[in-house]
């Protein structure tokens, strides 16, 4: 990952966001998923990195976690298992992004149950990742 700090400088505040990506995925999507409402994209980030992309605005980058459902009406099972093997089998690799800090920080001003702070430590924001991967706290 891209930083502008040393090593150590600052601990890890990892934090994580929930954004609305329902408008990523095609009509066709949701027609075969009626109970789907909408789709959220969760990602991780270091609130103490900031990076310079080439203008005097910082951003975070937000690494990509998963994928997440609202449902319109309570799934079954299956529903779910349904609907999580078509988003797994959608190709994410490129979903992790800058976003500038402002940007990231009025969001969680705003949707405030939208976002986690998490307490625990890392070492590395990779630690963190392969932690949340599997433990979903949004």
């Not at 949701?30 to 994209?41: D, H, I, Q, R, T």
């Not at 299956?78 to 609907?83: A, K, L, M």
Request: negative net charge; hydrophobic residues 30%; glycine residues 2%.
């Amino acid at each position: 990952m891209p930083s502008n700090k040393t090593e150590n400088e600052f601990p890890v505040q990892v934090t994580l966001v929930r954004y609305d990506e329902t408008e990523f995925y095609s009509p066709a999507f949701f027609s075969e998923e009626p109970k789907v409402l909408a789709v959220y994209g969760v990602y991780l980030f270091d609130r103490n990195t900031r990076t310079f992309c080439c203008e005097s605005t910082p951003s975070h980058f937000l690494h990509w976690l998963r994928a997440d459902v609202e449902w319109k009406v309570e799934p079954t099972d299956e529903d779910r298992e349904r609907v999580d093997s078509k988003l797994i089998d959608v190709d994410q690799s490129d979903s992790s992004h800058y976003r500038h800090v402002r940007d990231v920080e009025r969001f969680i001003q705003d949707n405030p149950l939208m976002f986690h702070a998490d307490p625990d430590e890392y070492e590395t924001v990779d630690e963190a990742i392969e932690y949340h991967q599997g433990n979903h706290w949004l």
